[in-house]
């Protein structure tokens, strides 16, 4: 199993571009969730999917969308990037029972000029 | 709500023990983890503990559950400089969607 992937590893963007960071798992876990994290602010939950067609705000989601159309994907879209966005962004899954284990991907590293 | 809270630096010299701490804020934590993080990767499980339990051991790891006053420890015997990394307490909440909360976490710094 690969576990979970992310793309791409790097990523400089101008202030009001857009993209997609790529978050995939071959683990067949229900739960998918997007993090980012900040220097001294630990890892904030912007979005989370408990399944496919169901996705759910966290603490932090202005400035971003999501989809959940499979399984195994669970992309985190920037719509118009802004410098308060540069932050390191991590993606999760679990099957999404209690006291499991969430599976971490490598991260994507963003930074918003 | 959930809180989380961590101290955010811990110093310690080889082959002494770690103790890093935790405070959280809702009665209804279901299992309270503890992550590893080095750098440049994602998190790792290290431990959990269930609510209902005062104590756990693994190898040298020891986390201690203080639910009276919401207090989770992680002790970590005979430190090695591989240890060195960022420890995230976190907690997932009884009726809740089991994503766990993080805390900021802790860097923990090993000098020989």
């Known amino acids: 199993n690969a576990g979970v992937t992310q793309t791409p590893k790097f990523q400089v963007l101008k202030t009001g571009q857009s993209m997609t960071l790529q978050c995939a798992q071959d683990?067949?876990?229900?739960?998918m969730s997007w993090y980012r994290q900040d220097p001294g602010m630990g890892l904030r939950l912007i979005h989370y999917?408990?399944?496919?067609?169901?996705?759910d705000q966290g603490e932090v989601p202005n400035g971003y969308n999501v989809s959940r159309s499979t399984t195994e994907d669970f992309p985190l879209r920037l719509l118009s990037a802004a410098p308060s966005q540069t932050s390191v962004y991590f993606c999760?899954?679990?099957?999404?029972?209690?006291?499991?284990?969430?599976?971490f991907g490598p991260g994507t590293r963003l930074t918003v000029l | 709500g959930e809180d989380v809270e961590q101290s955010l630096f811990l110093s310690v010299r080889e082959g002494d023990s770690s103790v890093i701490n935790c405070t959280y804020t809702?009665?209804?934590?279901?299992?309270l983890y503890w992550y590893k993080q080095e750098p440049g990767a994602g998190l790792q499980l290290l431990t959990y503990i269930f609510s209902n339990m005062d104590m756990k051991q693994d190898q040298r790891l020891t986390v201690l559950l203080n639910k009276k006053d919401k207090h989770l420890s992680l002790r970590i015997a005979d430190t090695q400089t591989g240890d060195s990394a960022i420890y995230f307490c976190?907690?997932?909440?009884?009726?809740?969607?089991?994503?766990?909360?993080f805390g900021r976490g802790t860097s923990l710094i090993v000098h020989p």
């Open positions: 976190a907690e997932s909440i009884r009726g809740g969607s089991y994503i766990p909360t």
């Open positions: 999917s408990v399944g496919a067609g169901i996705t």
């Open positions: 809702d009665s209804s934590s279901t299992y």
């Open positions: 683990m067949n876990h229900e739960y």
């Open positions: 999760a899954s679990s099957y999404g029972s209690a006291g499991d284990t969430q599976y």
